[in-house]
């Protein structure tokens, strides 16, 4: 008898062991799933950035005139609302 109960508890640890297993490789599949994923966007993402930066200079290239007065335009405006604000306190 005490031999039957202690052959049904090996094979439900035997059983445990197995199922946290598979439990643990399932976890480290996901981790590396998330991990290319990450890998992906980071590299969609340096891509997107020097393609911005790309035409952001040739469209200084092609019309600098436009460039100088956006910049002043900006950088007055910019002025003006810190100037409002410090003056308001």
Avoid: C, N, Y
């Avoid at 439990?23 to 996901?30: G, L, M, Y």
């Avoid at 890998?39 to 200079?57: I, M, N, P, S």
Wanted: proline fraction near 1%; glycine fraction near 8%; hydrophobic fraction near 45%.
């Amino acid at each position: 008898m005490s031999q039957s109960v202690l052959d049904r508890t090996a094979e439900h640890i035997g059983e445990s062991a197995h199922q946290a297993s598979r439990a643990t490789s399932a976890v480290a599949d996901t981790i590396k799933d998330g991990v290319g994923v990450v890998r992906r966007v980071a590299k969609q993402g340096g891509d997107v950035a020097e393609e911005f930066l790309v035409d952001t200079t040739q469209r200084i290239q092609r019309h600098p005139v436009l460039t100088v007065a956006t910049t002043f335009a900006v950088g007055f405006a910019a002025g003006a609302l810190i100037g409002w604000m410090i003056k308001r306190k």
